[in-house]
C-alpha cells in the first residue's frame, strides 16, 4: 500500500469514528465539547477534593478563632415572671434564678447509671473526640429529608451546650458547639466532661442536674439510685414535661418505655450488662411531684398551661423556656378565678370526704372559663393542688366528653344539610325514633345503644330538640349515620377539637362523644358556637416577652367555622336544654343560657358545658384511683348516686357563673339566624329511617311529644322547646336531672 492510499484508509476510519466520538461530547481532535468541557471527572474529583480542603481550613481557622467561653451565667441569673391579666403579679418561676441544682462529683453517681446515659445517648462517648462526624451527617440527613430537626449531639457537645452556650438552634451556635467541643474534650478527662453533663441538664419538676433529679423522682441522693432508676432518667431526659409520669399521657409513657428499655437493651449490647439480669429488671414508677415555692393552689396549674402555650406558639423545649427571662402576662381574671375556685370547693370539695368514702378519694374536677368574644381565658381550675394531682385537669385528655359532644353532630347535620334515611331534612324539628336499643339503620358497623335506664323516648317519634333536651343515645346515633360519620368528625375538628390516636373514623358511637378531649378544647367549642360560628381558639397568654425570642399570639377569633345559622340554631337548641331539658340546674333569671349535660361510659366522667352571651364554661369531674391513676366510676360520690353532668358539674358552673357575671348587664342570645325547621306531626307510620327493631313496650312514664313553645329568642319558626321533665323520681342535691349514659351496653369495637 502506497502512502496515497495509507492516507485515505486513514481518512475513512477518522470518518467512521468521528459520529462516535461526538455521541461522547469529543471534537474532531478527541477534546470534549458542549459542556463536558466544563464537567470532566477530573474537574468534578479536584472541586470535591478542593471543597473537602476549604472546609478544613475553615474549621482550622474556626479552631483557632472561636475561644473556649465563660460558662453561661447570663440565663442563671433569669426568672419568669407570671402576672394576671391587670398586671398584679402572679408567681414567679425560678427557672434558672435560683437553681435547684446541686452539683455532685462523678464518684458520687454509681458506674451504672452513668453508663445508662452513655447508652442511651452516646454509645462511643468515651472513645469519640468530642463530636461524632457520623451522627452529625446523620443529623444533616434526617434535617433535609424531612425527618426531624438535626441531631447527633455527642455528650461532650450536650454539655458544651448547657455550660457554655444557649439552646438556640442556629448553625452559628452548632459551629461554636462543635469547635468548643473539640477543645473541651483534649482539656478535660472523660469522666469530668460526664460530670459536667450529669450536673447541668435539666431533667423536669424543676431539677437541673442528677442529684435534684434524683430527689424530685425518687426522694433518693445521686449515689442511691438503681439502675432501673438511673435508667428512667436518661430516658426522661430527652422531653422531661411529656415523659414524666406523672403528667405524662398515653403516648407519653409509651414512648418513655420505649426508651427506659431502648437504655438497658443497649447497656447489654455494649457489654456493660449481662442478658439475664436484663430480663430481670423492671420499670420503678416515680414518687408524686411536689409543688414549688410560689406554685401553690391554683397557680401551678396556671402556670402550666402558659408554659405549654408559650413552648407551642415559640417552638422552645423545656430547658429553653426555664432558662428565664420572660415577663408572662396572663388572660386571668384575679375576680373570677377567685370566683371559680370557689365554686368548686362550695359545690364539690366541701361535700367529699377524701379520707373516710373511698370514691371520693379519687373524685377530680378540672374547668375553663372563656371569653367568647376575645378567647381569652378568664378562670380556669385544675385541681386541689401539684401536691395531690400534678397535672392539670382542667387541660388532661385521657377522658372522653360523652354527650357534651352531641352539639357537634347536630352542627355538622345542619352544616352538611343532611337528611336522614328517607330524605327528610335535619332540622330541630325533625322526628327520630328514641326507642332504645333502636338498631341504626344505614351503617355498616351495627350499633343499637342504649337509652339511661332502656327508656324509651317520644312513643316513638320525638323531635331532635326533645331527643337533645333528654340527650337520647338512639336518636343522635341515627343522626350520625344519616350526617355521616367522616362528616361529623370534620366539624368537630373545625369548631376546635383535636384528632388524637382513638377517634372513632367510621362508627356511630362517635356521636355519644367516644374521642378524648378536654375542658380547653370544649371551651373553644362552644365558644364558635357562642360567637356565631367563628372559630376561637382560647388563649390563656395576653402578651409574653423576652429580650431575645419573640412570641407570637394565638389568633383568637378567626374566620367562619360553621356557618352563623348552623351556629345559632344550635345555640337555640341548647337554650331548650337548659330551659326544660337536662341542664335545668343551671336555670335562672340572672342569665340566658344554653348547654349541654354530658356522661361517660360507666360514669367515670361527668360534665357540663353551657354558655351565657357573655362567658362559656365548661366544669368536668373524673373519676381516677389515686394508687393506679386508673379510671374508676364517679357513682356514690359525696354518698349519693349516680354523678351525671347535671349534678355536681352543674351546680358549680351555675355559682361561677352567677358570681362571675354579678355587676354585668347580661343579655340574650342573638338569635336571628337560628332555622328550627317546619314542625312534624308525629306518626306511628314510622319511615325507612325511624323504624324500630321492634314494637316498644312504653313505661307509664314515657315522655310524650307536646306541642312547641316558643322561648326568649325569635326564630325563623317555631320550635318545640318545651319538653316535660324525661325523669320521675326526685333526687336531693345536685343530682336533681339524671341524663342519660353515653356507653350503651352494645357496643362497636373501640380502636
Known amino acids: 500500500m502506497g502512502r496515497a492510499e495509507a492516507r485515505r484508509a486513514q481518512q475513512q476510519r477518522g470518518a467512521r469514528r468521528a459520529p462516535r466520538e461526538r455521541a461522547k461530547g469529543k471534537g474532531s481532535g478527541g477534546k470534549p465539547t458542549g459542556i463536558r468541557r ?16 476549604l472546609g ?66 452516646n454509645k462511643s462517648f468515651r472513645k469519640d ?10 443529623g444533616l440527613w434526617n434535617t433535609a429529608s424531612g425527618r426531624g430537626k438535626a441531631g447527633g449531639s455527642t455528650i461532650t457537645q450536650q454539655y458544651v451546650k448547657n455550660f457554655y452556650l444557649t439552646q ?24 469530668e466532661i460526664l460530670a459536667g453533663y450529669l450536673n447541668t441538664n435539666f431533667y423536669g419538676r424543676g431539677a437541673y442536674g442528677i442529684q435534684a433529679a434524683a430527689q424530685a423522682y425518687y426522694g433518693v441522693d445521686a449515689e442511691k439510685l438503681t439502675l432501673e432508676q438511673g435508667a428512667y432518667l436518661a430516658a426522661v431526659l430527652q422531653a422531661p414535661s411529656q415523659y ?44 408524686k411531684p411536689k409543688a414549688a415555692p410560689g406554685m401553690e393552689g391554683q397557680k401551678g396549674y396556671l402556670v402550666q398551661a402558659a408554659d405549654e402555650e408559650l413552648k407551642r406558639q415559640t417552638g422552645m423545649n423545656d430547658a429553653q423556656l426555664k432558662a428565664g427571662g420572660w415577663e408572662i402576662t396572663l388572660t386571668i381574671d384575679p375576680k373570677k378565678q377567685a370566683a371559680l375556685e370557689k365554686a368548686v370547693q362550695d359545690e364539690l370539695e366541701s361535700k367529699l370526704d377524701r379520707k373516710g368514702r373511698a370514691v371520693d378519694g379519687g373524685v377530680q374536677a378540672g374547668a375553663t372559663s372563656v371569653d367568647p368574644k376575645t378567647g381569652a381565658v378568664v378562670a380556669m381550675y385544675g385541681g386541689t393542688g401539684l401536691a395531690d394531682q400534678w397535672s392539670s385537669n382542667a387541660l388532661r385528655t385521657d377522658y372522653q366528653p360523652g354527650s357534651t359532644f352531641k352539639p357537634v353532630v ?15 331534612p335535619i332540622t330541630p324539628n325533625t322526628l327520630y325514633d328514641g326507642t332504645s336499643k333502636r338498631k341504626v339503620v344505614g351503617s355498616k358497623v351495627p350499633f343499637a345503644p342504649q337509652n339511661q335506664d332502656d327508656q324509651n323516648y317520644g312513643d316513638p317519634m320525638m323531635t331532635v330538640q326533645a331527643a337533645t333536651n333528654s340527650s337520647v343515645n338512639s336518636v343522635y346515633a341515627q343522626m350520625t349515620v344519616d350526617t355521616k360519620p367522616q362528616n361529623v368528625k370534620t366539624t368537630g375538628l373545625a369548631l376546635g377539637m383535636k384528632d388524637r390516636p382513638g377517634w372513632p373514623e367510621d362508627q356511630p358511637a362517635m356521636a355519644l362523644g367516644t374521642m378524648s378531649a378536654n375542658t380547653l378544647e370544649m371551651a373553644g367549642v362552644y365558644a364558635t358556637l357562642d360567637s356565631h360560628g367563628k372559630k376561637v381558639t382560647p388563649t390563656v397568654i395576653k402578651s409574653a416577652v423576652h429580650k431575645d425570642r419573640e412570641y407570637k399570639p394565638v389568633r383568637s377569633v378567626g374566620d367562619q367555622a360553621v356557618s352563623r345559622e348552623t351556629a345559632d340554631t344550635v345555640t337555640k337548641v341548647l337554650t331548650g336544654v337548659v330551659d326544660n331539658g337536662s341542664g335545668k340546674a343551671v336555670k335562672s333569671s340572672a342569665y340566658e343560657a344554653a348547654g349541654k349535660t354530658g356522661t361517660t361510659e360507666k360514669n367515670v366522667a361527668a360534665w357540663f358545658t353551657g354558655y351565657t352571651p357573655e362567658l362559656v364554661t365548661v366544669v368536668a369531674m373524673f373519676g381516677t384511683d389515686p394508687a393506679t391513676h386508673e379510671q374508676v366510676s364517679l357513682t356514690g360520690t359525696a354518698g349519693g348516686g349516680r354523678a351525671g353532668g347535671s349534678s355536681f358539674p352543674a351546680a358549680i358552673w351555675k355559682e361561677y357563673t352567677l358570681a362571675a357575671l354579678k355587676g354585668e348587664d347580661t343579655g340574650s342570645f342573638d338569635l336571628d339566624e337560628a332555622d328550627m325547621g317546619p314542625i312534624q306531626t308525629p306518626s306511628r307510620v314510622n319511615s325507612p329511617s325511624t323504624t324500630p327493631t321492634q314494637t316498644p313496650s312504653l313505661p307509664t312514664n314515657t315522655p310524650q311529644q307536646h306541642s312547641p313553645d316558643p322561648i326568649r329568642s325569635s326564630t325563623k319558626s317555631p320550635d318545640p322547646t318545651k319538653t316535660p ?6 333526687t336531693k342535691g345536685p343530682t336533681k336531672t339524671p341524663e342519660p349514659p353515653v356507653t350503651p351496653p352494645i357496643l362497636v369495637p373501640q380502636p
Do not use: C
Request: proline fraction near 5%.
Open 38 to 53: 466544563f464537567f470532566t471527572w477530573k474537574k468534578i474529583l479536584g472541586t470535591f477534593l478542593g471543597t473537602i480542603l
Open 56 to 121: 478544613m481550613g475553615a474549621l482550622l481557622a474556626l479552631y483557632f478563632w472561636v475561644d473556649e467561653p465563660d460558662p453561661n451565667a447570663d440565663a442563671l441569673k433569669q426568672s419568669n415572671v407570671y402576672k394576671y391579666a391587670d398586671g398584679a403579679i402572679m408567681t414567679r418561676d425560678t427557672g434558672q434564678g435560683t437553681l435547684n441544682r446541686q452539683i455532685v462529683p462523678i464518684d458520687k453517681i454509681p458506674m451504672d447509671v452513668q453508663t445508662a446515659f452513655i447508652a442511651i445517648e
Open 129 to 138: 473526640s468530642g463530636i461524632d462526624l457520623k451522627g452529625i451527617a446523620r
Open 168 to 191: 438556640d438552634q442556629t448553625a452559628t451556635r452548632k459551629l461554636k458547639e462543635l469547635v468548643i467541643s473539640l477543645k473541651v474534650d483534649q482539656r478535660m478527662k472523660k469522666p
Open 244 to 287: 414524666d409520669w406523672a403528667t405524662a399521657g398515653p403516648n407519653g409513657k409509651k414512648l418513655v418505655m420505649v426508651r427506659f428499655n431502648a437504655v438497658l437493651d443497649n447497656m447489654v449490647e455494649m457489654g456493660e450488662l449481662d442478658a439475664a439480669k436484663r430480663k430481670e429488671m423492671h420499670f420503678q414508677e416515680p414518687i
Open 410 to 424: 347536630l352542627a355538622s347535620a345542619l352544616e352538611n344539610k343532611a337528611t336522614t334515611q328517607d330524605g327528610k
Open 725 to 730: 321533665d324525661p325523669t320521675k323520681t326526685p
